[in-house]
Nanobody, 123 residues
Framework: QVQLVESGGGLVQAGGSLRLSCAASGRAVSTYTMGWFRQAPGLERDFVAAISRSDDSTYYADSVKGRFTISRDNAKNAVYLQMNSLKPEDTAVYSC????????????????WGQGTQVTVSS
Protein backbone atom coordinates (compact mmCIF):
# COMPACT_ATOMS: atom_id res chain seq x y z
CA GLN A 1 0.00 0.00 0.00
CA VAL A 2 1.25 3.45 -0.86
CA GLN A 3 1.53 6.27 1.67
CA LEU A 4 1.28 9.91 0.61
CA VAL A 5 2.61 13.07 2.26
CA GLU A 6 1.93 16.55 0.87
CA SER A 7 4.06 19.63 1.37
CA GLY A 8 4.57 23.05 -0.12
CA GLY A 9 1.48 24.87 1.01
CA GLY A 10 1.56 28.33 2.52
CA LEU A 11 0.39 31.91 2.32
CA VAL A 12 0.80 33.74 -0.97
CA GLN A 13 -0.56 36.93 -2.49
CA ALA A 14 -2.98 36.86 -5.37
CA GLY A 15 -1.10 36.41 -8.62
CA GLY A 16 1.65 34.46 -6.95
CA SER A 17 2.76 30.86 -7.35
CA LEU A 18 3.20 27.77 -5.22
CA ARG A 19 4.41 24.27 -5.96
CA LEU A 20 2.85 21.45 -3.99
CA SER A 21 4.62 18.14 -3.61
CA CYS A 22 3.17 14.73 -2.88
CA ALA A 23 5.84 12.27 -1.75
CA ALA A 24 4.94 8.61 -2.04
CA SER A 25 6.37 5.65 -0.16
CA GLY A 26 5.60 1.96 -0.05
CA ARG A 27 4.90 1.58 -3.75
CA ALA A 28 5.86 3.29 -6.96
CA VAL A 29 3.70 6.30 -7.72
CA SER A 30 3.97 5.40 -11.41
CA THR A 31 1.60 2.49 -10.85
CA TYR A 32 -1.26 4.77 -9.84
CA THR A 33 -3.42 7.42 -11.36
CA MET A 34 -2.72 10.38 -9.09
CA GLY A 35 -5.04 13.22 -8.32
CA TRP A 36 -5.05 16.52 -6.51
CA PHE A 37 -8.18 17.65 -4.72
CA ARG A 38 -9.02 20.66 -2.59
CA GLN A 39 -11.52 21.49 0.10
CA ALA A 40 -12.39 24.95 1.33
CA PRO A 41 -14.10 25.46 4.72
CA GLY A 42 -17.77 24.56 4.59
CA LEU A 43 -17.55 23.24 1.05
CA GLU A 44 -17.28 19.82 -0.54
CA ARG A 45 -14.00 18.41 -1.74
CA ASP A 46 -13.39 19.28 -5.37
CA PHE A 47 -11.28 17.67 -8.06
CA VAL A 48 -8.36 19.82 -9.19
CA ALA A 49 -6.11 17.75 -11.46
CA ALA A 50 -5.08 14.19 -12.27
CA ILE A 51 -2.36 12.35 -14.14
CA SER A 52 -3.13 8.96 -15.62
CA ARG A 53 -1.24 5.77 -14.71
CA SER A 54 -1.51 4.50 -18.29
CA ASP A 55 0.02 7.25 -20.40
CA ASP A 56 0.57 10.27 -18.12
CA SER A 57 -2.34 12.12 -19.70
CA THR A 58 -3.36 15.07 -17.55
CA TYR A 59 -6.79 16.38 -16.66
CA TYR A 60 -7.86 19.61 -14.97
CA ALA A 61 -10.88 21.24 -13.46
CA ASP A 62 -12.08 24.15 -15.59
CA SER A 63 -11.38 26.55 -12.73
CA VAL A 64 -7.64 25.82 -12.79
CA LYS A 65 -7.03 25.00 -16.45
CA GLY A 66 -4.19 27.09 -17.84
CA ARG A 67 -2.96 28.06 -14.36
CA PHE A 68 -2.13 24.73 -12.67
CA THR A 69 0.08 21.92 -13.92
CA ILE A 70 0.27 18.39 -12.53
CA SER A 71 3.40 16.35 -13.10
CA ARG A 72 5.02 13.14 -11.94
CA ASP A 73 8.70 12.36 -11.21
CA ASN A 74 9.09 8.59 -11.09
CA ALA A 75 12.73 8.79 -10.01
CA LYS A 76 11.71 10.78 -6.91
CA ASN A 77 8.48 8.84 -6.50
CA ALA A 78 6.53 12.07 -6.25
CA VAL A 79 3.76 14.06 -7.87
CA TYR A 80 3.65 17.83 -8.06
CA LEU A 81 1.09 20.57 -8.58
CA GLN A 82 2.50 23.81 -9.92
CA MET A 83 0.03 26.59 -9.21
CA ASN A 84 0.42 29.93 -10.98
CA SER A 85 -1.69 33.07 -11.08
CA LEU A 86 -3.27 32.13 -7.78
CA LYS A 87 -6.58 33.66 -6.79
CA PRO A 88 -8.21 34.08 -3.37
CA GLU A 89 -10.78 31.47 -4.40
CA ASP A 90 -7.97 28.91 -4.66
CA THR A 91 -7.68 29.00 -0.86
CA ALA A 92 -8.25 25.48 0.46
CA VAL A 93 -6.63 22.39 1.91
CA TYR A 94 -5.03 20.53 -0.97
CA SER A 95 -4.69 16.76 -0.86
CA CYS A 96 -3.15 14.25 -3.20
CA UNK A 97 -4.71 10.86 -3.71
CA UNK A 98 -4.02 7.61 -5.52
CA UNK A 99 -6.23 5.23 -7.45
CA UNK A 100 -5.33 1.94 -9.10
CA UNK A 101 -7.92 2.72 -11.76
CA UNK A 102 -7.58 4.82 -14.89
CA UNK A 103 -10.91 6.48 -14.06
CA UNK A 104 -9.39 9.72 -12.86
CA UNK A 105 -12.84 11.34 -12.69
CA UNK A 106 -14.29 8.79 -10.23
CA UNK A 107 -13.50 10.35 -6.86
CA UNK A 108 -14.71 7.36 -4.75
CA UNK A 109 -12.13 5.25 -6.56
CA UNK A 110 -9.23 7.08 -4.92
CA UNK A 111 -8.26 4.70 -2.13
CA UNK A 112 -5.28 6.44 -0.55
CA TRP A 113 -5.13 10.06 0.59
CA GLY A 114 -2.51 12.30 2.09
CA GLN A 115 -3.16 14.48 5.11
CA GLY A 116 -3.40 17.68 3.08
CA THR A 117 -1.56 20.98 2.98
CA GLN A 118 -3.11 24.42 3.46
CA VAL A 119 -2.94 26.98 0.68
CA THR A 120 -4.06 30.50 1.50
CA VAL A 121 -4.20 33.20 -1.16
CA SER A 122 -4.59 36.76 0.07
CA SER A 123 -6.17 39.51 -2.02
Amino acid sequence: QVQLVESGGGLVQAGGSLRLSCAASGRAVSTYTMGWFRQAPGLERDFVAAISRSDDSTYYADSVKGRFTISRDNAKNAVYLQMNSLKPEDTAVYSCAATSSTMWYFTPGYHTWGQGTQVTVSS
